[in-house]
Every structure is written in structure tokens, then in C-alpha cells.
């Protein structure tokens, strides 16, 4: 029998409205779903912390272009003012459910005013190492990129739009107003004055290392909003550098676990935090879904590595004292759990605040 493939509309009105506060600083999830698979329910990662009149976004999945604007944000004053402004970007890491929509904010919104962007720095290896004749790595020059150059070689796939826009309107560039921050390893490259470079020794030739204890670090320090973003390295392999991200604002405390296995550096980060925003994941209910690819094992191994599943998360957020923990890159995202069963399936272990996220929730941020 074929799928219904309205079915997704009853999971949808079923589900409950999404939270709305009237704080000025709050916690948005633009998008709560994790994968690349599509979704009818949910958009792609992504989050905003809004303090007054500016916006941090975390991670720019499918969807947070319309997204924001959902949400009464802007990436640009140039359509109209009297929406908080995205001042600053901080993507966790370079898979592809994490920075879909990255190119949508400059070319969408074509920002006014500048954004400063934080991400990950060229991987190395074990991309640059990969030795494996029956699925060898693309790209071989330049295997890993960091998030200077996937923003790069976006404007440049798009130059006919940019052009166009510049011919035809008259439009200045958006370039002179994105400012990248790369993040990695001191060492590794030939880094700017503006990067964030670690002082540590990694050894990840094997695609599955174990990233070693580092203290939080800053990338931004407090600005004339009053907010600090710092960071650390959580556990991801072979994605490197995979982050984690905190936000200490005027109100509050928000962290965000970006894609992690249980991991002691993110405790660390989360200490004392009035929100973590973390990853679940449930396997059982993806296998029946997986059984089918030829290379099932693999993809199992690879998921049970570098995931948190939903039995791990409670006791993390309780190791870290948060008072909310906020479940989000729910995978699977649909068609498994209800938010309320989400919630169940981690309450054990927290005795907290459990929320999970529905897309356009906001969550006021306050200790």
C-alpha cells in the first residue's frame, strides 16, 4: 500500500502551538529538525538569541530565511526597520543540515550592516588522509574547506545573481558587510588576526577520534549589548572542528550543543546555564527506516558515535545544573515522537524544565 502522503497534516495540527513570550531577550528555534532528509513538519537547525534590538543566529538550516522573518527578525534593514537585526552568525560545524540556508541570509536578505560570522576552520585530517580507492574524497585539493571559504565559493556560485542585482539596480555588495571568524587549532593554518585558534594536540588520522578535555574559550567577546559568546570543541568525528556555543546575555544564560556525543567538554560549557539547547536522537526508530541502504551498518556506527541518544541527554543537562534543557535537532524529527513523548523519554533523568522545541518557539531568557 502506498503512503499517505497527507499525512504528515495530522501530525502537524496534533502538535501543540509554539511557545510566545513578550520578553525582549528570548530564545527562538527557527528550525528543530536534525538531518538532511526532507521534512514536512519542521525546518532545518536553527536558532536566534535575541537580545532587544539584535539577533545571534545559531546554525542556518533549511528554512531559516523564511524562518526569521516568521519570527520578526531581519538579516537586513533594507526592506524595512523595527525588527531585531542578525549581528552575528555562529555556525557549529560545516554538515550540510547546519549551513543550507547560510547562502539564503546574504543573498536573500542582502545585509546592510555587518555580521560578524564564527565557524569552523579547515578540517585537515582525516579528510586531507582519507586513502580509500572505492569511496575516495572529493575534492581532493581541498577536501575540507573551513567557513571562510564555503562562503566564498557560495558568492562566487552565485555571481550571476550579485551582478545581476549590481548591473540592473545598482545594489552595493553585501560583501563589505559579512566578516568571517574562523575557529580551529593554533598551527594548523595560516590564520588571520580576527580568528579563534586553539592551543591543543589532536591526533584525528582515524575518522573516529576522541576529542581531548578543553577549557571554554571566547569568540566574541561582551559587546555594547552586553553579550559574550564562548565556545568549545564537542565530540563529532570526523566533522572537525564541531562546536558548541554559549551566549551570556544581560537576562541570562543560553548554550547550545550543536551535534555532539556525550561529551565532558560541553558539560563544562553548560555550567550553570539557565538554558541548554541539546541534540536527541533516537536509533531505534531510525533502523527500520535504514535497514534499506547498502550501507546500513556503516551509518548506524557512524550515528551511535557522534550523536547523544535521548537516554544520555537528561543526565548531561543535570551534570551541567541548567535549570530548562531544550530538546532540538530531534532526529527523527517526524512521524516517531511527540513533543510531549520526547519529553517523557529524557525526564528520568532531569528534574528540571523540559521543553521540546517546536518550530517558533520562544523562551524567554532569564536567570
Known amino acids: 500500500m502506498a503512503p499517505d502522503r497527507h499525512a504528515w497534516q495530522a501530525e502537524l495540527t496534533a502538535r501543540r502551538a509554539p511557545r510566545r513570550t513578550d520578553a525582549s531577550d528570548r530564545l527562538v528555534l527557527l528550525g528543530t529538525a536534525g538531518g538532511s532528509n526532507p521534512k514536512a513538519t519542521r525546518c532545518g537547525y536553527s536558532n536566534a538569541v535575541v537580545v532587544g534590538n539584535a539577533a545571534y543566529l545559531v546554525d542556518c538550516g533549511e528554512g531559516v530565511h523564511t524562518q526569521l522573518f516568521r519570527a520578526g527578525l531581519s538579516a537586513t534593514s533594507r526592506f524595512g526597520g523595527g525588527r531585531p537585526l542578525v549581528e552575528a552568525i555562529c555556525i557549529t560545524h560545516l554538515h550540510a543540515d547546519h549551513v543550507m540556508d547560510l547562502v539564503n541570509i546574504f543573498q536573500g536578505s542582502w545585509p546592510s550592516s555587518l555580521i560578524d560570522v564564527f565557524g569552523p576552520g579547515p578540517a585537515g585530517p582525516p579528510f586531507t588522509t582519507h586513502a580509500d580507492p572505492v569511496h575516495p574524497a572529493r575534492f581532493a585539493d581541498e577536501p575540507a574547506p573551513g567557513i571562510r571559504r564555503l562562503i566564498e565559493l557560495l558568492d562566487r556560485a552565485f555571481a550571476t545573481n550579485s551582478n545581476a542585482r549590481a548591473i540592473a539596480e545598482r545594489r552595493a555588495s553585501f560583501a563589505d558587510h559579512v566578516r568571517v571568524h574562523e575557529i580551529g587549532l593554533a598551527g594548523e593554518w595560516s590564520s588571520r588576526p580576527d580568528d579563534v585558534l586553539v592551543d591543543l594536540a589532536l591526533d584525528r588520522i582515524a575518522p573516529d577520534f576522541d576529542v581531548p578535555a578543553v577549557a571554554p574559550f571566547v569568540v566574541r567577546p561582551q559587546d555594547a549589548n552586553g553579550v559574550t559568546i564562548t565556545a568549545t570543541l564537542v565530540q563529532h568525528a570526523p566533522v572537525f572542528p564541531a562546536l558548541a556555543y554559549r551566549f551570556d546575555t544581560p537576562s541570562g544564560s543560553v548554550v547550545f550543543s550543536g551535534d555532539t556525543g556525550p561529551c565532558d567538554n560541553l558539560v563544562q560549557l553548560a555550567l550553570g546555564a539557565d538554558v541548554l539547547v541539546h541534540e536527541v536522537i533516537d536509533l531505534d526508530a531510525l533502523v527500520g527506516r535504514m535497514r534499506s541502504l ?56 532531569f528534574a528540571g524544565e523540559i521543553v521540546c522545541g517546536v518550530d517558533l518557539d520562544e523562551i524567554a531568557i532569564a536567570r
Do not use: K
Not at 550523536?307 to 543535570?318: D, K, Q, S
Not at 535549570?323 to 532526529?331: A, C, E, K, N
Open 294 to 349: 547498502p550501507n546500513y551498518e556503516s551509518v548506524y556506527r557512524q550515528l551511535s558515535r557522534s550523536h547523544t541518544p535521548y537516554g544520555e541527554v537528561g543526565a548531561i543537562a543535570t551534570r551541567a545544573g541548567v535549570r530548562t534543557l531544550v530538546l532540538s535537532h530531534l532526529v527523527p524529527g517526524e512521524d516517531s515522537h511527540t513533543p510531549e513523548e520526547w519529553e517523557a523519554l529524557v525526564r528520568p533523568d
